[in-house]
Structure formats: C-alpha cells, structure tokens
C-alpha cells in the first residue's frame, strides 16, 4: 500500500510540473553591482532587481571602468554598471528575466550585456519609447552572440 500511495504521489508531481527548480525560483538571487555614484539609471536598474527577487549588493565606485578592465569586459561590450551574479558578468540593463534564463541554461559564456544604453531597457525607461534592443552573451575570446532580442514601438 505504501508503494502504490509513493507512486501516486510522484505522478501528481511529475504531472503538475513542480521540479527543483520551481521550488527554488522562489530563493533569491544575489548579485553585486558597482556602478558610479553619479548615475540615476543604475539605481533604477538595481530597484527592477529588487522587484525581481534579487539580493542586491549595491557597490558605489568613482572608477567603473577599473571593474571592467578587471573583469575583461570590452569597449563593445560596455555599459554603464557592471555586475556579478554566480560566475557571469552582467554589463549594462539586461533584464531580470535574461539573467535568470542565464543562470539555468549554464551557458559557456563570461555574461550578458546590453551595450550603451537603449530607451525602454529596464531602468532605462523614457515614458512611451523603447528602442529595439539586444541582450548580448560574450565569452572570454570576446565572441558575440544574441541572447535575447527586444522589438522597439
């Protein structure tokens, strides 16, 4: 009896789709950004975290551009923030929606970014505009690819 009510049971959770990783979807993520004191879009960008269930240490520096020379992100690359979640870089206003799909596919990349700054990306809104946009994946040879891309209005 105790076989057959085990079998009921792992067929209701195989069917209702709840996995480790649903159960975990509610831990959150933590992530460090640096940014610099002087810019309003990266608070913003840390407050869409937040709003996603990110742990976010906000790390305030004069010199952004020390922490991605350190970490070897590229001109191409660049933003205006650069952060740290798990063992990717994350450059610039990639949406909290891509890092997580970052964080579960476990891709052979050093992170994700979103050059300069395109209208609409999170912490980048600008009322009704949004510029079309791509979230980029980078490896360490600074090979390019698109993640993710976004349609602009």
Not at 49 to 78: P, Q
Request: charged share 20%.
């Amino acid at each position: 009896m105790k076989i057959l009510k085990f079998l009921a049971i792992s067929l209701l959770i195989v069917n209702t789709g709840v996995n480790a990783e649903s159960i975990n979807a509610a831990k959150p993520v933590d992530i460090v950004v640096y940014r610099s004191p002087t810019c309003g879009c990266c608070g913003k960008w840390l407050e869409h975290l937040k709003e996603n269930n990110f742990n976010v240490k906000d790390i305030v520096t004069n010199d952004v551009d020390a922490v991605k020379n350190k970490y070897g992100v590229s001109k191409a690359m660049a933003s205006c923030h650069t952060a740290i979640v798990g063992n990717y870089l994350i450059e610039g206003h990639v949406p909290a929606t891509d890092i997580i799909s970052l964080l579960k596919a476990k891709p052979h990349v050093v992170g994700l970014a979103v050059p300069a700054m395109p209208a609409g990306t999170p912490g980048m809104e600008m009322g009704r505009r949004k510029d079309d946009y791509n979230v980029m994946s980078f490896d360490k040879e600074n090979h390019y690819q698109v993640f993710n891309s976004y349609k602009g209005n």
